[in-house]
T-cell receptor, first 117, second 113 residues
Framework: EPEVTQTPSHQVTQMGQEVILRCVPI?????FYWYRQILGQKVEFLVS????????KSEIFDDQFSVERPDGSNFTLKIRSTKLEDSAMYFC???????????????FGSGTRLTVV | GNSVTQMEGPVTLSEEAFLTINCTYT??????LFWYVQYPGEGLQLLLK?????DKGSNKGFEATYRKETTSFHLEKGSVQVSDSAVYFC????????????FGKGTRLHILP
């Protein structure tokens, strides 16, 4: 079964450093998403991406965050200057629209655990 | 806006007990409804879904019925196993193509042998 692949599985970074989280969505999917889950808390939407641009972003997704699809297969989330409160599990997901598109769930990757120290 | 409310955890049951995790939603129209499961140390996996009123989603012995009249999508399993210990998230996706999935807060389930 096709998978969404995320790398690395765990990243430790110093506060103020830039990090890039990488995702390879399912190849025929057209919508891409990032969510995050602070330890033990709710899964929160960050951003959706379609047709090479952001289609929606949440209040969490401020100027420190950016997304990119640099080469048609990877989908990256960059945090420019990490803060302690950015420590969380970050999930990438992809989805394919079609007839009855909203009935599609997303396929999630297994996540990247980001620890900011 | 759309929202999902699910029962607080943790829920602790003995093996072979009957499980219900309540989930209610607020949304316009007929959203699609999902249950996702997160096993320890792993990502989110789609457990089951329902896309219209009275649909029943089922998988691995779990079931949930889309009840429009009560705006509910409760998760049930007749006989739980230790391996069902996980966090369960109720979620919905609105009716528009660009609507994103939003999640409830999750319910942690512990099954005792």
């Amino acid at each position: 079964e096709p998978e969404v692949t995320q790398t690395p599985s765990h990243q430790v970074t110093q506060m103020g450093q830039e990090v890039i989280l990488r995702c390879v969505p399912i190849s025929n999917h057209l919508y891409f998403y990032w969510y995050r889950q602070i330890l033990g808390q709710k899964v929160e939407f960050l951003v959706s991406f379609y047709n090479n641009e952001i289609s929606e972003k949440s209040e969490i997704f401020d100027d420190q965050f950016s997304v990119e699809r640099p080469d048609g297969s990877n989908f990256t989330l960059k945090i420019r200057s990490t803060k302690l409160e950015d420590s969380a599990m970050y999930f990438c997901a992809s989805s394919v629209p079609g007839q009855g598109a909203p009935s599609y769930g997303y396929t999630f990757g297994s996540g990247t655990r980001l620890t900011v120290v | 806006g759309n929202s999902v409310t699910q029962m607080e955890g943790p829920v602790t049951l003995s093996e072979e007990a009957f499980l219900t995790i309540n989930c209610t939603y607020t949304a316009t129209g007929y959203p699609s409804l999902f249950w996702y499961v997160q096993y320890p140390g792993e990502g989110l996996q789609l457990l089951l879904k329902a896309t219209k009123a009275d649909d029943k989603g089922s998988n691995k012995g779990f079931e949930a019925t889309y009840r429009k009249e009560t705006t509910s999508f409760h998760l049930e399993k007749g006989s739980v196993q230790v391996s069902d210990s996980a966090v369960y998230f109720c979620a919905l996706r609105g009716v528009n193509r660009d609507d994103k999935i939003i999640f409830g807060k999750g319910t942690r389930l512990h099954i005792l042998p």
